[in-house]
């Protein structure tokens, strides 16, 4: 699976939208982009996933770019409670579902 | 949402005892689950994958003789850490992947994990 680069931290005002920059610049045409979070001692928690096209849930939306070599993972308006760290994760579309996890971006939100 | 759950939440134990964590998904079905530990500050890093009615696969450098995985339903996985010694105090987190493909096919859905603690 390829490899992905985060920023290790980002701030974020409450209320206005957290972008948080992924790159992928080795991803294959059959690997997808996966975004979780783990709030502090939680499990993970599924937010996203997209493969060529931007995707839009209740929780955020998932920019790709066209080329697919970086995307932005997008929380409209963060609270308080979006502070975690966020995992960007590319992986194949036949490969029998092993996640891994990088060192992800803190993001933490402030009043 | 599918959920799944992990029991026990927190464990303490003394040296050289064995300990049993379960792994449940509580609406669906999961032929595939997944086990992961975390240290302080670290990521996560997958131990092993975990195969209904197969052996488990495990990542290299985890001791398969020590870290005992059954998955024998479609809705349950263990993980038995077999005389655990204060090094592998960790958090322990499972994970399961819909078989009806919810997620996606990389999608995981995650327990809220297993603080053990060896004393």
Redesign the interface.
């Known amino acids: 699976d390829a490899k992905t680069t985060q920023p290790p931290s980002m701030d974020c005002a409450e209320g206005r939208a957290a972008n948080l920059p992924c790159n992928h610049s080795t991803i294959s045409g059959n690997e ?1 982009v ?1 975004w ?1 979070r ?1 709030i502090h ?6 937010i996203i ?1 997209g493969l060529k096209n931007n995707e839009t849930n209740e929780m955020a939306s998932l920019i790709i770019t066209e080329d697919r070599k970086s995307s932005t993972l997008i929380l409209p308006h963060a609270t308080l409670r979006d502070t975690a760290v966020y ?1 960007c ?1 590319v ?3 036949t ?10 971006t803190i993001l933490t939100v402030h009043p | 949402g599918a959920v ?1 759950s ?1 029991h026990p939440s927190w464990v303490i134990c003394k040296s050289g005892t064995s300990v049993k964590i379960e792994c449940r998904s509580l609406d669906f079905q999961a032929t ?1 689950m ?1 086990w ?1 530990r975390q240290f302080p500050k670290q ?4 131990m092993a ?1 975990s195969n209904e009615g197969s052996k488990a696969t495990y990542e290299q450098g985890v001791e398969k003789d020590k870290f005992l995985i059954n998955h024998a339903s479609l809705t349950l996985s263990t993980l038995t850490v077999t005389s655990a010694h204060p090094e592998d105090s960790s ?1 322990y ?1 499972c ?1 399961a ?1 819909d078989d009806s493909g919810g ?11 297993t ?1 053990l603690l060896v004393l």
Do not use: A, D, E, N
């Open positions: 997808y996966y979780y783990q001692s939680q499990g993970p928690q599924y996933h995992y994760i992986r194949s579309g490969s029998y579902g092993k996640l891994t996890f990088g060192q992800g | 799944v992990q595939t997944f992961y990521s996560l890093m997958l994958t958090f987190i994970s992947r997620l996606g096919i990389g999608g995981q859905y995650f327990g809220p994990g603080r």
